[in-house]
């Protein structure tokens, strides 16, 4: 369970960061719409810049212009997504507002497990059996036991339920 539980957040977080990327050199949707940013013929180094700047005002690149990996966002939180691509101007942004806007909790409490699995500690532990309730899963269950509970009248565990949350808002912003 830790293990799929980080690679699916890592997942996500790759897959925003490589959207990002591909709206700055214009690529196109699944449907052959063509992406624009502004300003034209920005670098993935200039993209990752900007990224950097916006949410860390006074980082700077090293001495051969290239950005340090841990300056970068949280990519796996969607608000760096939807920031980042309104700082560009990004001309997909409306739809990426509304694949944001379905109601999915994926994004609030993948990373709560995920940190339980990457810490394992009791304070993250009882972070993540809090989730619980909001699934009508008890509380008392151990954060795997949680994850692999199926909500009633689900067809699939939280954490199947969560990748398909995560499927569907991708495709949303890639179509």
Sequence with gaps: MAYVTIETLN??????????LSCVINAATESRVKISVTP???????????AIVRFKKYATPNSLGEWARRDEPAWHDPNVLLEVCRT???????????AFSMGQRVFVDLPVFRNFYSHRNRQSEEAAQRIAPLYLVPTALRPSEILLRKRPAASASLLLEWMAELKITSEFICC
């Design 11 to 20: 997942a996500w977080a790759q897959f925003s960061k490589a959207f990002y």
């Design 40 to 50: 034209q013929g920005m670098s993935t180094n200039d993209a990752i810049g900007t």
């Design 88 to 98: 560009v101007d990004c001309s997909l942004y409306g739809q990426i507002q509304a």
